[in-house]
């Protein structure tokens, strides 16, 4: 603890603020993606109203990191149960080739689920008018 801090911590002390114990984790969200996190911070607490100060080392994490990590993961090298056979192509193949009424879905969402799900246009489509626009769903329902 550094001088300032010490002294700091004296005057919130003078000024009625209670040390509390046991906080493991304090997080502070700024936006959807961006987080600060103090882990094992020193908190005290105004016991007049709702007013905390923490003391600690604070680090950001960004979701949006975390997100394309997880993402990353998903396209590692295909195991042996996903390759596709050389042979003709099924009846169902052969069908998703044809134009599909695109209407309803968003251009992009198409584009997510063709990539997630690993299917064709006319199928990515008709699941996600299947799931209502929904695009976790239309993958789930293509993937499992």
Partial sequence: RSRSEKKCRKAMEKLGMKAITGVSRVTIKQSKTVTFVLSKPDVFKSSHSETYVMF???KM????????????GQFKAP???SV??????SVAAAQDDKEVDETGVDYKDVEVVMMQ????????????????????SAIMELTY
């Fill in 56 to 58: 600690g080392v604070v």
């Fill in 117 to 136: 799900a690993s299917v064709s246009r006319s199928r990515a489509v008709k699941a996600l008018k299947a799931a209502d626009g929904d695009i976790v």
């Fill in 79 to 81: 195991g042996p149960s």
């Fill in 84 to 89: 596709i056979s050389k042979g003709e192509p």
């Fill in 61 to 72: 994490e960004d979701m949006d990191a975390q997100l394309l990590t997880e993402a990353a």
